[in-house]
T-cell receptor, first 114, second 113 residues
Framework: AQKVTQAQTEISVVEKEDVTLDCVYE???????LFWYKQPPSGELVFLIR??????QNEISGRYSWNFQKSTSSFNFTITASQVVDSAVYFC???????????FGEGTQLTVNP | GAGVSQTPSNKVTEKGKYVELRCDPI?????LYWYRQSLGQGPEFLIY????????DSGLPNDRFFAVRPEGSVSTLKIQRTERGDSAVYLC???????????FGPGTRLLVL
């Protein structure tokens, strides 16, 4: 069985603040993929990143960065200098290489206030 | 290119009725997935197709739910004898290959009265 936990249900910040969204996962597989998706108010899930369990290098893409720590089973997502357009629900997800289904966390509602 | 499309965007039906939800995947994507998302929760897996066959249907909640993908492209999720608890957003995703990145459609919001 696999599980993804996003302990932060809601986060509210002021524009230009940095914010980190936490994700902790459980899996028995040694090989797996981790994902982050963004769901804006329009409802469509937007893919942000995919990370292979063998690749623990942190990644940066513009204002977004991801910190993968296998030792603590965490895959945290940081937005630097947040903007109002970042307001959305963010989901962390996991899939095992032996299967294809995504297991999602409950999501974190991020609100960035002007 | 065109993304995943789903029709209808909204569907209101009465308890006990039959509904069909359609998904048109990204062209060339061989894998297609259905998920269900209830308010305030993350999407939950329903079924996955590789080509025309259902490779994993273990997420379907009961035998009122059925899905097909007869030509390996468009898929239809069918719900018989709808219940109020079936109300949710039904999401479709596709990927280029098995275990590839899944790209989602806008969803169909189903409301059972």
């Amino acid at each position: 069985a696999q599980k993804v936990t996003q302990a932060q249900t809601e986060i509210s910040v002021v524009e230009k603040e940095d914010v980190t969204l936490d994700c902790v996962y459980e899996t028995r597989d040694t090989t797996y993929y981790l994902f982050w998706y963004k769901q804006p108010p329009s409802g469509e899930l937007v893919f942000l990143i995919r990370r292979n369990s063998f690749d623990e290098q942190n990644e940066i893409s513009g204002r977004y960065s991801w910190n993968f720590q296998k030792s603590t089973s965490s895959f945290n997502f940081t937005i630097t200098a947040s903007q109002v357009v970042d307001s959305a629900v963010y989901f962390c997800a996991l899939t095992q290489t032996s299967g294809s289904r995504l297991t999602f966390g409950e999501g974190t509602q991020l609100t960035v206030n002007p | 290119g065109a993304g995943v499309s789903q029709t209808p965007s909204n569907k209101v039906t009465e308890k006990g009725k039959y509904v069909e939800l359609r998904c048109d995947p990204i062209s060339g994507h061989t894998a297609l997935y259905w998920y269900r998302q209830s308010l305030g929760q993350g999407p939950e897996f329903l079924i996955y197709f590789q080509g025309t066959g259902a490779a994993d249907d273990s997420g379907l909640p009961n035998d009122r739910f059925f899905a097909v993908r007869p030509e390996g492209s468009v898929s239809t999720l069918k719900i018989q004898r709808t219940e109020r608890g079936d109300s949710a957003v039904y999401l479709c995703a596709s990927s280029l290959e098995t275990r590839g990145t899944q790209y989602f459609g806008p969803g169909t919001r189903l409301l059972v009265l």
